[in-house]
């Protein structure tokens, strides 16, 4: 069955400085990779998915992921973090059906 | 307003006792999904349906049990709550294999 991981549980970084949330995966086949964010006691919002094409992947908010076949990766990306991105972010890949990864809680310091 | 609704927003029951989560959802997508989330686990799925009339297991069914009578509800019944089934519930739809749309949850507190 298809997997995601997130290695880091929390990542911290300060505004107006580059963000990356790491995620790699393992499926059989052509991966389906998404990234959704989860902002307090509401329900997922997705932000941008990769199905084919360009690997560099440009979503909501000034997010973009990049997609690496090689490194089985999908990191999500933003060139300026704002204090407003603080939220928990889950990538996920489709295979027989969605898989998600355990979160990443993002904190952007003024 | 499209989009998906859930029914309650939060619900304390007793261990034993019967209940239905409710979804609805009218952006008429054929595909629905239920996970559950819980803290360093992420989201898993729980129950999907790819289209009116037909329901499959995902990671963790056991416990659960859904119905799809039509394109539009896709309730989650507990038959008989126990303690590990407190959790965020969070119903989702989409086109099969596409991206998928959350309500905004069920947080339910078995004792």
């Known amino acids: 069955a298809q997997s995601v991981a997130q290695p880091e549980d929390q990542v911290n970084v300060a505004e107006g400085n580059p963000l990356t949330v790491k995620c790699t995966y393992s499926?059989?086949?052509?991966?389906?990779l998404f990234w959704y964010v989860q902002y307090p006691n509401r329900g997922l919002q997705f932000l941008l998915k990769?199905?084919?094409?360009?690997?560099l992947v440009k979503g909501s908010y000034g997010f973009e992921a990049e997609f690496n076949k090689s490194q089985t990766s999908f990191h999500l990306k933003k060139p300026s973090a704002l204090v407003s991105d603080s939220a928990l972010y889950f990538c996920?890949?489709?295979?027989?059906?969605?898989?998600f990864g355990a979160g990443t809680r993002l904190t952007v310091k003024p | 307003i499209a989009g998906i609704t859930q029914a309650p927003t939060s619900q304390i029951l007793a261990a034993g006792r019967r209940m239905t989560l409710r979804c609805t959802q009218d952006?008429?997508?054929?595909?629905m999904y239920w996970y559950r989330q819980d803290l360093g686990l992420g989201l898993r799925l729980i129950h999907y349906?790819?289209?009116?009339?037909?329901?499959g297991k995902g990671e963790v069914p056991d416990g659960y049990s859904v119905s799809r009578a039509n394109t539009d509800d896709f309730p989650l019944t507990l038959a008989s709550a126990v303690p590990s089934q407190t959790s965020v519930y969070f119903c989702?739809?989409?086109?099969?294999?596409?991206?998928?749309?959350f309500g905004p949850g069920t947080r339910l507190t078995v004792l």
């Open positions: 349906s790819n289209t009116a009339g037909t329901t």
């Open positions: 990769y199905i084919t094409g360009d690997n």
């Open positions: 499926v059989s086949g052509n991966p389906y």
């Open positions: 952006m008429r997508h054929n595909a």
């Open positions: 996920a890949v489709r295979g027989n059906d969605m898989r």
């Open positions: 989702a739809s989409g086109s099969p294999g596409t991206t998928q749309y």
